[in-house]
């Protein structure tokens, strides 16, 4: 995925491109943005979430998520608790470089989840 060659990743060198498809068909790209404190650091599932989010899209279909692992990496925890708040049960897209993918629900990867709803 191109927008994994933006992450700004000059630590952990881990570069991790996202997309997230909104209910129109356009995809919100993000990479990971690291900081010298490190715990500000953004990952790219959230910065392609916050940049449709502040186009004002609120409805969203699927993420994939891309980083040069053999064993798929998939949203921190963090990234999970955002993306069902702002995207519910979608489908997310794991994949390498070497072609490798799968595709999973969140729900599968967040169960039991916190949300508004409680409130
Ligand atoms: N990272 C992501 O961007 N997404 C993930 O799914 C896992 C982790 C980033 C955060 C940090 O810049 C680097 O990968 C190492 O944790």
Redesign the pocket.
């Given at each position: 995925m191109h927008a994994r060659e933006n992450a700004h990743?000059p630590f952990?060198k881990?570069r991790?491109g996202a997309a997230v498809e909104d209910s129109a068909g356009h995809v919100h790209t993000g990479c990971?943005v690291?900081n010298a404190t490190y715990g500000l650091?953004l990952?790219?599932?959230r910065v392609a979430i916050f940049k449709a989010i502040s186009e004002g899209v609120r409805r969203f279909k699927r993420m994939g998520?891309v980083?040069n692992t053999e064993e798929l990496?998939?949203?921190?925890g963090a990234?999970r608790q955002i993306l069902w708040e702002f995207c519910g049960d979608i489908e997310i897209v794991l994949a390498n470089l070497n072609g490798k993918s799968e595709t999973l629900r969140l729900g599968a990867l967040f169960p039991r989840p916190f949300d508004g709803s409680f409130f």
């Open positions: 990743a952990s881990f991790v990971n690291e650091t990952c790219a599932e998520v980083a990496t998939p949203p921190c990234c």
